[in-house]
C-alpha cells in the first residue's frame, strides 16, 4: 500500500500538480459522441451517483429513529427502501432546507430514479466486522440492529449505527466504485471504449460516462475548486447557501452544487492549512475530463490513457488518505474520550460514553472502508482491525468477540481502558507510518512513549480481534 501511495506522490511531483492548477468547473462539456442526434449540449452526467450519496445520507438520518423495538419491523423496512431500492419516489430525509439553505430537490427520483446503495457495495468479505459478511451483508447487519436500537445508539456494545453506516458507505460504495471499478478497469483500451456511446442513443461516451461517474461518488460541488476549506466544510454543514448557489438561482441543486461525505472529509482536512486533497482530487477529475473530451468521440491513444491513469492514481492516493485522516483523527478522539471517562468519578457519564461510542464507530466505519479500495492492505489490515477491535471497551471494560448462531454479539473478553487507549495511538502511529497522513488531526502519538511505560506491568495485553 505504502508503495503505491509513494507511486502517487512520484507522479505529483513530475509535475501534474503544476499543470492542473486552477483548474475550471467540472462541466459543462460538449458533446463529442458521433452517434447522438438529441438536443443535448452537455455531455456531463452523474446523478445517480448523487442520488446513491443522498441516500446514504437518508439512511444515517433513519438509524437514529429506532425506539427501542417496539417500531422495528417499519423502520427496517423503511431503511432498507434506501439501501436495496424502492419502486416509490422515496422522500430526501437527510439533505433538506435549513435556515436559508433552499436546495431544489425533494425527493429521490428528482435526482435519479432506480438508484439503491446495495447493488454498488463492495462485493468482498469484511474480516473487521463479526460474521464473516460481505459488505453488503454488512451493512444490511447494521440496518437491522439500528432498527431495533434506542435512537440508534447501543450502549452494551458502544455503537452508534447511522455514524457506522455512512462511514462504511463511504468506502464501500462511493471509494470502492471509483478506484476498484470507474478508474481501474473501466480506463482499458476496449473496456468502454471512447468511441462508442456508453449506451445507445446516450449523449456521452463509454469513457466520458464514466468517469463521470466516478467524480460522482466523490461526492465534491462542480464549482469545488472554486471553494475554500471552509466553504465546502459548511456547505455540508447547510451553513453557507451563498458559497454553494454557483448559479445564484437562489436554491442548491444537489446534482452539482452540494458537497457530500467523501468531498467534505476532504476539506476537513484541508482545513488544517497542511493538505489540499479536495482541490487536488477534484482538479484530477477536471483534467482528466477534459482530457477524454479532447479526444472528441475517437479512441483514446495509448498515450492518452497512460495520462488519464496518472490522474486516476493522483485520485486513488489522495483519497486514501483522506480515508486515513479521518480513520487518524477519530483514534484520537476515542484516546481523549477514554481520558475523560477514565477522570470521571461516577463511572457513568452517559454523554461521555455516547461521545465516546460515536467517535469509535467513526473510527471503525472509516477503518472497514480503507479496507474496501482497489490495494489489499494485507498486514495493515490485520493490525487495524486487531487493535480496534469488533467494538470498544464498554463501561464495565468487556469488549464484542463475535456472534453466536442467532447473530447475537458475544461479549467475552476484557480489555482495561488503559490498554485500548494505549490501541488507539498504536493505530495512529499505523497510519502515519503507512498511509502517510499529514494534517494529523487529534494526534497524540507523543503520548505513546508514557502509556507504553505505564502498561510495562499490564499482563492483559493491548490488541484484540
Given at each position: 500500500m505504502k508503495r503505491s501511495l509513494k507511486l502517487g506522490s512520484t507522479v505529483l511531483a513530475a509535475g501534474l500538480l503544476s499543470s492542473m492548477a486552477f483548474a475550471d468547473s467540472y462541466g459543462p462539456f460538449p458533446i463529442t459522441e458521433k452517434s447522438y442526434s438529441g438536443d443535448k449540449t452537455d455531455s456531463v452526467s452523474y446523478s445517480g451517483q448523487v442520488a446513491r450519496n443522498v441516500l446514504v445520507e437518508s439512511l444515517k438520518s433513519l438509524a437514529g429513529k429506532g425506539d427501542g423495538g417496539g417500531n422495528a419491523a417499519e423502520l427496517k423496512a423503511?431503511?432498507?427502501?434506501?439501501f436495496a431500492g424502492s419502486e416509490e419516489d422515496l422522500p430526501i430525509i437527510a439533505v433538506t432546507d435549513k435556515d436559508g439553505f433552499?436546495?431544489?430537490?425533494t425527493t429521490i427520483n428528482e435526482i435519479s430514479s432506480g438508484k439503491n446503495v446495495k447493488g454498488k457495495t463492495y462485493k468482498g468479505l469484511v474480516p473487521g466486522w463479526p460474521g464473516n459478511l460481505t459488505g453488503p451483508e454488512v451493512l444490511e447487519d447494521m440496518i437491522t440492529r439500528a432498527s431495533v436500537s434506542n435512537g440508534g445508539f447501543d450502549a452494551d456494545t458502544g455503537m452508534v449505527w447511522g455514524q457506522l453506516i455512512q462511514k462504511f458507505s463511504l468506502g464501500a460504495m462511493g471509494f470502492n466504485q471509483v478506484v476498484d471499478n470507474y478508474l481501474d478497469e473501466n480506463l482499458g483500451a476496449d473496456k468502454k471504449p471512447n468511441n462508442q456511446p456508453?449506451?445507445?442513443?446516450?449523449?456521452?461516451?463509454?469513457?466520458?460516462?464514466?468517469?463521470?461517474?466516478?467524480?460522482?461518488?466523490?461526492?465534491?460541488?462542480?464549482?469545488?475548486?472554486?471553494?475554500?476549506?471552509?466553504?465546502?466544510?459548511?456547505?455540508?454543514?447547510?451553513?453557507?447557501?451563498?458559497?454553494?448557489?454557483?448559479?445564484?438561482?437562489?436554491?442548491?441543486?444537489?446534482?452539482?452544487?452540494?458537497?457530500?461525505?467523501?468531498?467534505?472529509?476532504?476539506?476537513?482536512?484541508?482545513?488544517?492549512?497542511?493538505?489540499?486533497?479536495?482541490?487536488?482530487?477534484?482538479?484530477?477529475?477536471?483534467?482528466?475530463?477534459?482530457?477524454?473530451?479532447?479526444?472528441d468521440g475517437e479512441a483514446l491513444t495509448d498515450a492518452q490513457r497512460q495520462q488519464l491513469q496518472a490522474y486516476a492514481m493522483v485520485i486513488e492516493t489522495e483519497w486514501t488518505k483522506v480515508l486515513?485522516?479521518?480513520?487518524?483523527?477519530?483514534?484520537?478522539?476515542v484516546y481523549k474520550d477514554i481520558t475523560t471517562l477514565r477522570a470521571d468519578d461516577s463511572d457513568d457519564d452517559a454523554e461521555a460514553y455516547a461521545d465516546y461510542a460515536k467517535h469509535w464507530s467513526e473510527l471503525k466505519g472509516f477503518t472497514l472502508a480503507l479496507q474496501t479500495g482497489r490495494e489489499n492492505l494485507g498486514g495493515t489490515a490485520v493490525r487495524l482491525n486487531r487493535l480496534i477491535g469488533f467494538s470498544p471497551v464498554t463501561m464495565d471494560e468487556t469488549v464484542v468477540t463475535g456472534v453466536d448462531a442467532d447473530g447475537k454479539f458475544v461479549k467475552d473478553a476484557k480489555m482495561s481502558w488503559n490498554a485500548y487507549q494505549l490501541n488507539m495511538l498504536k493505530v495512529q502511529d499505523l497510519l502515519i507510518k503507512e498511509f502517510e497522513v499529514e494534517a494529523r488531526a487529534n494526534d497524540a502519538t507523543e503520548d505513546l512513549a508514557n502509556l507504553v511505560k505505564e502498561l510495562d506491568t499490564d499482563s492483559g495485553g493491548a490488541e484484540t480481534d
Open positions: 423503511q431503511m432498507m427502501a434506501y433552499d436546495i431544489k430537490q456508453y449506451s445507445e442513443g446516450a449523449a456521452y461516451t463509454g469513457k466520458e460516462h464514466s468517469w463521470d461517474e466516478a467524480f460522482g461518488y466523490f461526492g465534491v460541488a462542480a464549482h469545488g475548486t472554486s471553494l475554500t476549506p471552509d466553504q465546502a466544510y459548511n456547505i455540508n454543514k447547510k451553513k453557507d447557501g451563498a458559497a454553494a448557489d454557483a448559479n445564484g438561482d437562489g436554491v442548491i441543486d444537489l446534482k452539482t452544487e452540494m458537497v457530500f461525505g467523501n468531498a467534505y472529509y476532504a476539506a476537513g482536512a484541508d482545513r488544517s492549512g497542511k493538505t489540499d486533497y479536495m482541490v487536488t482530487i477534484t482538479t484530477a477529475f477536471i483534467e482528466g475530463r477534459k482530457l477524454i473530451t479532447s479526444a486515513a485522516e479521518a480513520a487518524f483523527k477519530y483514534a484520537g478522539s
